[in-house]
């Protein structure tokens, strides 16, 4: 390696397979450069949450990032730990800082088929995570009255149109998104199709939300232009419609392309796609920002419940397919910026074994009861770990 990783460790179950990951996975087999920040709790309430800023600043400093999953405090939380606060999600953070979408994709294999039987390839929800109801304003009222949308520009000059005029009890929202939110989106989605040569699908319902959506449509539109070219290059298709007919579309499509979706859209439809497709432990996620910084996780949290097992001692078959897959995901990325192909096929490699561990049967217990057609093998973490190790090996000798 010449450029080091960012890498940012974590907690609970998850924290204990990064180190298996790590000594039985990768450094027997890549002379890692990695710059390390703990973004374990612990460390992170000794530095009163500055690690994790110092994470992301290191991102945007040598643009790829590998995170373990972490906890986000709540009370429970303040109590186990003995916090001095209640920090901040790691992961707001950080996509504050660089102000991305999270790209998130099923990892399939034969033996699990998706619930929709046309689906062959995985398919990528790209979700804006800025605005729309997760920062609207409500009002219920309790007379009748008149509702109206008012804007005061720094000028002084006012916009005003009447909303409604109320003869009982209604609710009324306000909600709002901004130029440059939807353009970072547009940009980020557009980058991360050239990088990942799948084609772009993006929906809004700019039929009825004609301002509103038909804002994000011009935008993508406009935006679209700086990557035509290259679009074309790559034989990729950029594609507009509205959500319902993209619906429909997408359930009888192959799947192998990235939709990008609305704040709300996204959240609904990722968590359709992922159920979709089999489990949580099966998905990748990515934060991409719109000047080309990289940081891979896994989707899943820190599992909590198993990680009380393994403290009492007892056996844990946790799934590490998903943390596995963000250190592929992270040095096939450095292997192409830093032109190191010996690195990126390191990466392809170690998926490889994956799947192969898989498409044997060999399988944590999550996954037993998703199998067809194979009788599957349920193993601990540090047994399929193994298995993934052995076929390594072969692979890389090959
Ligand atoms: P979770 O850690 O994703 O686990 C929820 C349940 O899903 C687990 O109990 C387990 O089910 C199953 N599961 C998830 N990942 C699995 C894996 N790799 N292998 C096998 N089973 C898996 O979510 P949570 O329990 O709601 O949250 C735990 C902590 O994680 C919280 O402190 C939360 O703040 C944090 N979190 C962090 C992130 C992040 O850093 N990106 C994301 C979400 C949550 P069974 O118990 O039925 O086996
Ligand atoms: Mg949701």
Known sequence: ????????????????????????LILPYVELKSEY????????DETNDQITVDAAKATQKYGVAVKCATITPNDQR???????????????TIRSILDGTVFRAPITIESIKPAVKSWKKPITIARHAYGDVYKGVEIKTDEPGVASLVFVGNSGKKTEVEIQKFAGIGVIQGTHNTEKSIRSFAHSCFKFALSTKQ????STKDTISKKYDGFFKAIFEEVYQDYREEFAKAGLEYFYTLIDDA?????????????????????????????AFGSLAMMTSVLVSPDGKYEYEAAHGTVTRHYYKYLKGEETSTNPVATL??????????GELDALPELTRYADCLEKACYETLNDGIVTKDLVNLMEGITPKAVNTTEFIKEIKVRLDKLLVL
């Open 1 to 24: 390696m010449t450029t080091p990783l960012v890498e940012m460790d974590g907690d609970e179950m998850t924290r204990i397979i990064w180190q298996v990951l790590k000594d039985e």
């Open 37 to 44: 920040y703990d973004l374990g709790l612990e460390k992170r």
């Open 78 to 92: 303040m109590t186990e730990y003995k916090l001095k606060e209640m920090w901040k999600s790691p992961n707001g």
């Open 199 to 202: 084609d772009l699908w993006f």
């Open 247 to 275: 619906v429909a579309r997408v359930v009888r499509s192959e799947g192998g392309y990235i939709w990008a979706c609305k704040n709300y859209d996204g959240d609904v439809m990722s968590d359709m796609v992922s159920t």
């Open 325 to 334: 897959f963000a250190w592929s995901g992270a040095f096939r990325k450095r």
